[in-house]
Nanobody, 125 residues
Framework: QVQLVESGGGSVQPGESLTLSCKVS????????MGWFRQPPGKQREGVAC????????YYAESVEGRFTISQDKTKNTIYLQMNSLKPEDTAMYYC??????????????????WGQGTQVTVSS
């Protein structure tokens, strides 16, 4: 069982930035997709970003491409999500996850193996 603990959420104004962190209890030794998904109130969860732990290649949902950056520090068993130019539509609970199936053409179809408790991000003026 893998445990993931998110931190770094908060309330910001449109255009501002936030960085989320996720501590992973057992970082994968194989090439696993580690990443983030979000769930706005009353809506489906949406895969946001994925980084392959072995090769470091990263993938993003179209809605965040160019604004969000996912990274990892394997020495700290930690994944990060740098979020720039935040918009009100980015408001959601953000979850760190080990992703079992990343579906780039429809992030609502992405599947997850383990995930954390989530951290709230609110973007509002």
């Amino acid at each position: 069982q893998v445990q993931l603990v998110e931190s770094g959420g908060g309330s910001v104004q449109p255009g501002e930035s936030l960085t989320l962190s996720c501590k992973v209890s057992k970082y994968p030794t194989s090439n696993e997709c580690m990443g983030w998904f979000r769930q706005p109130p009353g809506k489906q969860r949406e895969g946001v970003a994925c980084i392959y732990s072995g090769v470091g290649s990263a993938y993003y949902a179209e809605s965040v491409e160019g604004r969000f950056t996912i990274s990892q520090d394997k020495t700290k068993n930690t994944i990060y999500l740098q979020m720039n130019s935040l918009k009100p539509e980015d408001t959601a609970m953000y979850y760190c996850a080990q992703i079992s199936l990343w579906v780039g053409y429809d992030p609502h179809l992405t599947e997850y193996k383990y995930w954390g408790q989530g951290t709230q991000v609110t973007v509002s003026s």
